[in-house]
């Protein structure tokens, strides 16, 4: 059996294997297609192919091959440095593998071989090739064809595209005839990838020391200058740690990483810095890198390719500077907290993507606000530098929101992300008129529980009300700092003369001083009151100008009192009539409710007209004595006094 760590360290670009395994990893022999396999390997039309593993038994043409003195399981090829390996299982063939990696691997060129000039075609097996690797994390594709159709060329042809559009694709290559191969089941269902990794810059200076490679924690250039990522000099560490075998080059030398160990040479580059690697990924990781890579927000001015392709330069919707949380060095070189004004730039996520924060151009952590957010100088952020603290980005998001409060509409209003920033004492009026406009149109008014009157009013002209849940508390302190949401009873209060006993004395008018009509009118409202309500009530005469009332009630005890200053003396001297009527019936629903909009007012106000043209139909004498021609009759009331606030 194969212990998979035989396989740490060992290189296979070169390497095929011709054979058939079993579920116990044995090896065994294919037949029909085996001559051709063998001969593509050795005509070099694949990447240079110079070892192929085989089964113990597998019949072998031996002509122009010679086993190796030093190991029987060995055939080469005296002319070239070519090989065929015998193995009865996996782990003999990668044990001699091995041997042949430690002794005679040194310098053999796997590249492709000149293009074939007169190849054409083929682009929809080209494209459904690439369309089952790109929507599959494993399995098998077979292309079936006669000997001599082309499939050897065509995937010679594939390999070398795929390499110019910077990917390293792995083929494992089969015969699929189940009478010599077995179930597919029993081959390995997903290999791991080896992916080639290349960053290569064109700086100046170069890497300022190669020592900073290698060196955990060494001290960081960077970490004073909040306008440069970097702090703890970490990040290549970090990069190394996933690879099988690395290479720095610069402008001070090179410094090779492999499983031997570390390895410095004098080979330099005029300017610049390249790093090439070898990591294990997995396609969906492969994927993942792709998608991160493809997200970043390069620097105005610097052109950045990834796999052949320039990203795109991204122009931000909007650009803001704030002072906001960031990271320095003291004196001392210790890493202290501080404050820095920035740049901040908001730009449009694309397709999938979802909002981010970025630090100058690199994501760091999602959000799923409106927006990326790209911060020109260093974040605050964890060890594993993927997410902020709760107070940095609640700060953050209340720059934003100050800035792109006029971008926010419609269901954006109530986002989270905007609520959070929106109840910050950092909000600004502006942001806060704007949202709340949105929110709840221009005609809106906070709900009143000392005037409902208007409240009600207000709604039926079309107005919001906005409930005490409506808001949170902090966002109702902004709204009010700002005047953006003003109370029902501040924009349309309800008139009311209201009671104090210690407000001023209301300037009542005197018996002697009052009109046959103002006693008529005083002596029926108190009798009719009395028939409709079945109480007494005090009905008095005042002249307050300052007063816009014609009338009023009191409720305790049950009071009417009218203001000659606004009715008149006329009136009064015009007698019983409907306009007396309809203003005592108004004032005699208030003993029911207050409020002129409320249902129980309109039911009280029913009952009394109904009550009134009751009496009028079953006592029609009760009305005699209020005529016109009766006012010398009426007995004045008593005087009284009643204070106002």
């Known amino acids: 059996m194969l212990d998979s760590r035989q396989l740490h360290g060992l290189g296979l670009p070169g390497v095929t294997i011709t054979a058939a395994i079993d579920g116990e990893g044995n090896l065994l022999p294919v037949v029909d297609e085996f001559p051709k396999l063998l001969a593509a390997a050795r005509e070099k039309s694949f990447p240079r192919t110079h070892a192929v593993v085989v089964a113990w038994d597998q019949p072998l043409e031996t002509k122009g091959l010679a086993a190796d003195p030093q190991n029987p399981s060995i055939l080469r090829d ?36 000149l293009a074939d000039p007169h190849f054409v075609g083929r682009e929809r097996l080209f494209a459904a090739v690439r369309d089952f690797v790109g929507h599959h994390d494993s399995g098998h594709l077979i292309l079936v064809g006669g000997m001599g159709k082309g499939k050897t060329t065509f995937l010679s042809e594939l390999v070398r595209r795929e390499e110019a559009r910077g990917q390293y694709p792995v083929f494992h290559i089969i015969d699929h ?15 791991y990838d080896r992916l080639r990794l290349s960053v290569i810059d064109d700086s100046p200076d170069g890497f300022a020391d190669l020592a900073h490679a290698y060196t955990l924690f060494a001290e960081s250039r960077k970490k004073a200058n909040p306008q440069q990522r970097g702090r703890f000099n970490l990040g290549e560490k970090l990069v190394l740690a996933l690879c099988k075998e690395a290479r ?66 991204r122009t931000p919707v909007h650009a803001f500077r704030a002072v906001l949380p960031t990271v320095t060095c003291d004196e001392n070189g210790v890493m202290r907290s501080t404050r820095h004004e920035a740049v901040v730039e ?41 997410n902020v603290t709760p107070g940095y980005l609640r ?219 009751r009496l009028a139909l079953e006592r029609p004498q009760f009305f005699d004595r209020f005529r016109r021609d009766e006012m010398h009759r009426v007995e004045p009331p008593p005087d009284g006094r009643c204070p106002r606030g």
């Open 346 to 386: 908001v730009h449009t996520a694309r397709g999938s993507e979802v909002p981010s924060i970025y630090e100058l151009g690199l994501p760091v952590v999602e959000t799923g606000d409106k927006w990326h957010i790209n911060v020109l100088q260093k974040v605050p952020l964890n060890m594993d530098r993927d």
């Open 248 to 313: 720095l080059t610069s402008t001070r030398g090179t410094v090779q990483f492999s499983r031997k160990g570390r390895r410095n040479s004098a080979s330099r580059t005029p300017c610049g810095t390249e790093f090439h690697a070898t990591l294990r990924m997995n396609r969906s990781e492969y994927r993942e890198a792709c998608e991160y890579m493809r997200a970043l927000i390069p620097p105005a001015g610097v052109e950045t390719t990834f796999n052949g392709a320039l990203l795109e330069h």
């Open 177 to 191: 005839h189940p009478s010599a191969t077995g179930k597919l089941s029993q081959i390995a269902a997903c290999l």
């Open 395 to 613: 700060e953050l998001r209340v720059a934003v929101l100050n800035e792109m409060h006029p971008a926010i509409q419609g269901d954006d209003t109530t986002a989270d992300w905007v609520r959070e920033a929106a109840a910050d004492a950092r909000c600004s009026d502006e942001a806060t008129t704007t949202l709340i406009t949105e929110r709840f149109g221009e005609r809106r008014a906070s709900y009143d529980p000392s005037d409902v009157e208007a409240v009600n009013r207000l709604r039926s002209q079309g107005y919001t009300i906005v409930p005490s849940g409506g808001l949170s508390k902090g966002e109702w302190q902004n709204a009010k700092r700002a005047g953006a949401l003003k109370a029902a009873g501040a924009i349309a209060p309800t008139p009311r003369v209201r009671f104090a006993p210690d407000g001023e004395p209301l300037n009542v008018v005197g018996e002697e001083k009052r009109s046959a009509g103002m006693k008529l009118v005083v002596d029926y409202s108190r009798t009719i009151a009395r028939e409709l309500l079945e109480a007494d009530v005090t009905v008095t005469i005042a002249n307050e100008p300052g007063i816009r009332h014609e009338a009023w009630w009191g409720d305790v005890p049950p009071k009417l009192t009218y203001n000659v200053a606004r009715l008149g003396r006329k009136w009064f001297d015009e007698g019983i009539r409907e306009a007396v009527d309809e203003l005592i019936l108004h004032e005699l629903g208030h003993h029911y409710e207050p409020d002129h909009l409320d249902a129980k007012y309109h039911a009280a106000l029913c009952r009394l007209g109904a009550k009134m043209k």
């Open 78 to 113: 005296p002319r070239a440095e070519f090989r065929i390996v015998r193995a009865r299982n996996l782990g003999d063939a990668v044990s001699t593998l091995r041997l042949l990696h430690d002794t005679c691997w040194r310098g053999i060129d796997c590249s492709l071989p």
